[in-house]
């Protein structure tokens, strides 16, 4: 069963907050990681997963991620520090526990 992931990326200074929505985040945060520095060297890079979410459908997660693209940059930031108070990355965490698990689970 696939599952669709809604998240919220920032870069080491908290300065930018970009949101997404894919079906496998490992291979999603590494595409934005080589985009980033190839077009555009001295972007931000945002390498830091601070929020995730996991819905069932496609449908779910486009709306909740097109939600959360109009959020007021403050909104996000509440909802960012409501399920993860301390800004941790949550990337190195997720392919830990995705380790773990069976093959057909390990993509998103």
């Not at 486009?62 to 993860?84: C, G, H, P, Y």
Request: proline share 3%.
């Amino acid at each position: 069963m696939e599952r669709n992931i809604v998240y919220i990326l920032t870069d080491s200074n908290r300065a930018y907050l970009e949101v997404g929505q894919c079906t496998d985040i490992v291979t999603q945060i590494n595409v934005i990681k080589d985009a980033k520095s190839a077009l555009f060297p001295n972007a931000a890079k945002l390498t830091n997963l601070v929020y995730i979410e996991v819905f069932q459908t496609a449908e779910q997660a486009q709306a909740r991620a097109t939600q959360l693209q109009q959020f007021t940059r403050m909104q996000r930031e509440k909802l960012i520090r409501l399920k993860n108070p301390n800004w941790l990355n949550l990337y190195h965490g997720f392919i830990q526990e995705n380790k773990h698990q069976p093959a057909s689970f390990a993509q998103c």
